[in-house]
């Protein structure tokens, strides 16, 4: 990036009130590429995630990550004076995000009617379990229950399992994006059509939901059931994981004509796919155990690197089921300078880039996440005017 090229989304003002991970990281994203984000949290104690996970001096090493390009200032929003406030920051703002339970902000005065006439090109972005509407709107809506609700689970794992989760919040990070794309969106209709704000109404369980590609008109049309099918992709074969000789696990996709050919001519039996069972994905899908057992037999005889190097070679779409360590360790991750290293009390840490990548004007970390209040003397007296005896005092009344 040039010295003097603009971030794209800088000039556009968000204030993020939400916590923990579907609303802050919608609030990352945007601040990646140059948003400028003001980060409410309550006065001492800030945002849960800071210490959560792995802490290091007192701080979580996650905080640095998910917080980064964030301007942090403390408001309690139990009290009145701190709801003031917070209103005259999304009168000054063009993008509010909040992950409470629905009716909260409603309940505190500050719902999207409220700024209606005051700030009417505002961006209100809500983020919850299930909306803001229909009968479970109210209902909690961790990303846990929702991945459950919004279809995920089911399909995951192996049959006659219970569904596995992965090690990772998808729903709340899934939201996350949504909102960040809603809110792109919302902008580039103000300022290409009418100049109105709008409501960005994101559940956690429709961006689960969103995942589903055919499930629903696979249903809907043929009446069938997507279920859990452990390592493989239903009706698409050859797609599974399979354990080498070393006892690594490497996954081969091959599952188009010409790529079924090539792994055929690198596992050493071309005739495998002049077979006129296996010739089309249909017939392969009924004969997916065969397929499947030759691919796994094939594999065991090999290291995982031996498998991949003849892979590579025929050019068949394969890979290692990698760990972080591993991704620290490859070159393509480090071409791609996905690990992004910043200094936290003089040590090196190093935190995921964000993608897209942009060629013109890429994103960047600009500072990590930064400590409880940082931000308070810039927003509330250069932002909001207050004069310093007018911060002290909220401070001393534990405002902010």
Known sequence: MNADSRKPLEGIRVVEVGQLLAGPWAGTLLGYFGAEIIKIEPPETGDPIRKWRAVKDDTSLWWHSLARNKKCVTLDLKADKGRQILAELINKS????????????????????????TNPGLIYTRISGYGQTGPYAKKPGFASVCEGFGGFRYVNGFPGDPPVRPNLSIGDTLAGMHAAMGILLAYINRERQDGGGQVVDVSIFESIF?????????YSGAGLIREPSGSTLTGIVP???????????????ANTESMFKRLSEAMGVSEMAEDPRFQGNANRVEHQAEIDGKVAEWTSTLTS?????????AGVAAGPIFSVADMFEDPQYKARELLEEITINGEPLHIPAIVPRLNDTPGNTEWSGPGVGSHNGEIFRDLLGYSADDTEALHADGVI
């Open 94 to 117: 063009d993008v509010l995000i909040e992950n409470f339970k629905p009716g909260v902000m409603e309940k505190w005065g500050l719902g999207p009617d409220v700024f209606k006439q």
């Open 210 to 218: 969103n995942l589903l590609e055919a499930v629903v008109p696979e």
């Open 239 to 253: 797609s599974n994981t399979y354990r080498c000789g070393d006892d690594k696990l490497i996954v081969i996709g």
């Open 305 to 313: 690197g031996e498998a991949l190097s003849k892979l590579d070679d």
